[in-house]
C-alpha cells in the first residue's frame, strides 16, 4: 500500500473500550463515513433478527465478528456492491497494495479480516498487508453500475 493511518472508525469515541474483533463494524464506519455507533447498532439489529428467525442463541453484536451473508446485505443496503478478485483454486490475483485496487472508499476482505482503504491508504487499527503481500478475496465498492 502506498501508507496505513490509524484509524479505529470512531470507536473510541463512541465511548467503546478495550480490544475486540469488531473489524467489519469499524471498517464500514470508515469507508462510508457513518458514525460508529450508528453502524454498530444497525449490523447489531441485523444479527439479532438473523439469529431470531433461525432460532439460534448466536452472537448478537458485532464486537467478535459479523457473518459474511450480514456484512454483504448491509453493505448493499447502503448501495455498495462486491467485487469478487479471485475464485476458489484460482490463486491470488490481487494483493493489498494501492497499484492492485481502485481508488476510492473500500471496503476490502482479506484472510480473517477486513479492512478500509481509502484512495490507496490503510485505515484500521494496524497495518494487515503483509508488506504488500496480502492476498485481497474482494472488495465492496460503492455505487458501481
Same mark, same amino acid.
Given at each position: 500500500?502506498?501508507?496505513?493511518?490509524?484509524?479505529?472508525?470512531?470507536?473510541?469515541?463512541?465511548?467503546?473500550?478495550?480490544?475486540?474483533?469488531?473489524?467489519?463494524?469499524?471498517?464500514?464506519? *470508515? /469507508? %462510508?463515513? &457513518?458514525?460508529?455507533?450508528?453502524?454498530?447498532?444497525? #449490523?447489531? =439489529?441485523?444479527?439479532?433478527? !438473523?439469529?431470531?428467525?433461525?432460532?439460534?442463541?448466536?452472537?448478537?453484536?458485532?464486537?467478535?465478528?459479523?457473518?459474511?451473508?450480514?456484512?454483504?446485505?448491509?453493505?448493499?443496503?447502503?448501495?455498495?456492491?462486491? *467485487? /469478487? %478478485?479471485? &475464485?476458489?483454486?484460482?490463486?491470488?490475483?490481487?494483493? #493489498?497494495? =494501492?497499484?492492485?485496487?481502485? !481508488?476510492?472508499?473500500?471496503?476490502?476482505?482479506?484472510?480473517?479480516?477486513?479492512?478500509?482503504?481509502?484512495?490507496?491508504?490503510?485505515?484500521?487499527?494496524?497495518?494487515?498487508?503483509?508488506?504488500?503481500?496480502?492476498?485481497?478475496?474482494?472488495?465492496?465498492?460503492?455505487?458501481?453500475?
Amino acid at each position: 500500500m502506498s501508507g496505513y493511518v490509524y484509524n479505529d472508525g470512531g470507536r473510541s469515541a463512541a465511548g467503546y473500550k478495550g480490544e475486540t474483533g469488531d473489524c467489519v463494524c469499524r471498517s464500514i464506519a *470508515i /469507508a %462510508t463515513g &457513518k458514525p460508529y455507533k450508528e453502524v454498530y447498532d444497525e #449490523l447489531s =439489529a441485523m444479527m439479532k433478527a !438473523a439469529n431470531k428467525k433461525a432460532n439460534l442463541r448466536g452472537k448478537n453484536t458485532p464486537r467478535d465478528g459479523v457473518s459474511k451473508k450480514i456484512t454483504r446485505d448491509y453493505l448493499e443496503s447502503l448501495g455498495w456492491q462486491w *467485487i /469478487a %478478485t479471485m &475464485k476458489i483454486g484460482q490463486g491470488c490475483k490481487t494483493h #493489498l497494495r =494501492a497499484d492492485e485496487l481502485p !481508488a476510492g472508499r473500500l471496503v476490502v476482505s482479506v484472510s480473517k479480516h477486513i479492512t478500509a482503504v481509502i484512495d490507496g491508504v490503510i485505515h484500521d487499527t494496524y497495518d494487515p498487508s503483509r508488506s504488500g503481500m496480502r492476498c485481497v478475496y474482494g472488495y465492496f465498492l460503492k455505487g458501481v453500475s
